[in-house]
């Protein structure tokens, strides 16, 4: 919401009170969202019914983040984990995340670039993970640190039109995420996915995340995003190669 101009103005009617008027934020079908669960979790039986069959997990077999692998070239490893879960307890934490955060963040940022935010975050998350942690990892947890980002990113940029609540609702994204940084401080929690997703997250968040104006009259306002979809493109190239660069430095540099 936002006031009316003070003092007498057409249009406005003069009042001693402060006037605000509500302005609806975009919103949509989290089509991305509900499809980016559905795959997860389709993964997720494949790991199970193979493992039962098999003896072994097929789809980690083949996605898991293995360094030794991605520097032998099987650098799509760099993108499988975040559609992988150890346990029911690992997937399911983190699709409540995704469930609790995608829909709104898709709404804001429509869905081709919510899609990319969720992908770009996950990459990012891998990489750092590539090169700073040794061990297998897998999980989610890389995109959802990166959607958490972009949501202390929009309450950011947006608290003009937000108001009070964009301030109280940045204290709780915060505190939570100070919380989950501290507790993927616990072995064989992947700490650096997390930094990497967070830091792939809030960069595209930060340059081609939306920042809304409002246009129109007291009567009929109007929410425009001033990011396009240019600029969105533009970003998400650039942080798509930013963390391609670095991983391709240590796949160049063979350890």
Do not use: C
Request: aromatic share 14%.
């Amino acid at each position: 919401m936002y006031p009316p101009p003070d003092g007498q103005t057409p249009g406005y009617p003069e009042t001693s009170q402060p006037r605000y008027v509500k302005v609806r934020l975009p919103h949509a079908t989290p089509v991305v969202t509900y499809t980016l669960l559905g795959i997860t979790v389709a993964v997720f039986l494949v790991q199970l019914v193979t493992e039962f069959v098999l003896g072994y997990d097929l789809a980690s077999a083949i996605g898991l983040k293995v360094n030794e692998l991605i520097i032998s070239g099987q650098v799509w490893r760099l993108i499988t984990p975040m559609f992988l879960h150890g346990t029911i307890l690992h997937i399911g934490f983190n699709m409540y995340a995704l469930f609790a955060l995608g829909p709104a963040l898709e709404g804001y940022y429509g869905h081709g670039r919510f899609l990319a935010l969720y992908l770009l975050s996950g990459f990012a998350g891998n990489v750092v993970s590539f090169l700073f942690s040794a061990n297998p990892s897998l999980g989610a947890s890389t995109a959802i640190f990166g959607l958490i980002g972009a949501e202390a990113i929009f309450l950011y940029r947006n608290r003009s039109i937000l108001g009070a609540q964009a301030q109280r609702a940045l204290g709780n994204v915060i505190f939570i995420l100070v919380i989950n940084m501290v507790l993927g401080l616990s072995p064989g929690i992947d700490f650096w996915g997390h930094i990497g997703g967070l830091l792939g997250g809030t960069f595209f968040a930060w340059f081609a995340g939306p920042q809304f104006r409002v246009e129109g009259g007291y009567l009929d306002p109007q929410l425009v995003d001033e990011r396009d979809q240019t600029s969105a493109l533009i970003f998400g190239i650039l942080d798509f190669a930013i963390f391609a660069a670095l991983a391709a430095m240590k796949i160049l540099r063979g350890y």
